[in-house]
């Protein structure tokens, strides 16, 4: 109920007026039934203004952070993403990262919508990161589609470290609905969850007109903060968003940027992919 408020009555038209978010391809979004909603991650801001534009409940695994906070923000903020339909997503790796995944297959099983950042972790630069197989290890499964989503631009409405957002437009694009049925009997094997997770992420490059760097995020994050690369921050799976702010890092990818979306413009009058 309170989900339905807040997007119904409350946050969604004021966000829909201030931003004035548009939307492609969001009849590619099944009207029934379970599938996986995999996006690029290029601001905090991401997890609302893309489930607004869906008319379908979207769930979607968040750090375990945001879930054990102290105090009254710590458990105001525990609620709030509790009854925002969002679930704790353990980011450690291995079997904690495995039984948070378990969450998302119970939504999965129920016939919902699932919302997950195969990144991990939101880009540092607006730069497509490395996914994580988390993503197709669900979805191969499950046995659900999975529907890639390009958010466009709302990294420029909330940059990372920044708490008062940009008045600006927005805009995200819905791909084709990406069918592994033929995997199916292949869910555990590694090399089969590794291609699945790169075309997914091709399919997110080729929407979303980022450049793409061969590497995880979480690890890159460590490296401009200057702390020393720690295991977790490329185990597999890792599928939820983190907070950490980042600089401009080399392009390590084989991949160039894909082309932008012609017609598709910012408010500055400027190409807003990217």
Partial sequence: MFYWVMKRIFLGPVIKLLFRPWVKGLDNIPAQGAAIIASNHLSFSDSIFMPL?????????????????????GRLTAAFFRLTNQLPMDRSGGAASAASLNAGMEVLNAGGLLGIYPEGTRSPDGRLYRGKVGVARLALQAGVPVIPVAMIGTDKV?????????IRRIGMIFGEPLDFSQYREQAEDRSVQRKVTDEIMSQLLRLSGQEYVDEYAAVVKLRLAGKPEEPQAAAEPLVAPVATDGEFVRDSGPHRPAARHPGVEDDAGTPAAG
Avoid: C, D, W
């Avoid at 909330?158 to 940009?166: C, S, T």
């Fill in 53 to 73: 534009m869906v008319k379908r409940p979207v769930v979607f695994l968040a750090k375990s952070e945001y879930f054990t906070g102290t105090g009254i923000k």
């Fill in 158 to 166: 909330q940059p990372i470290g920044k708490r008062l957002p940009n």
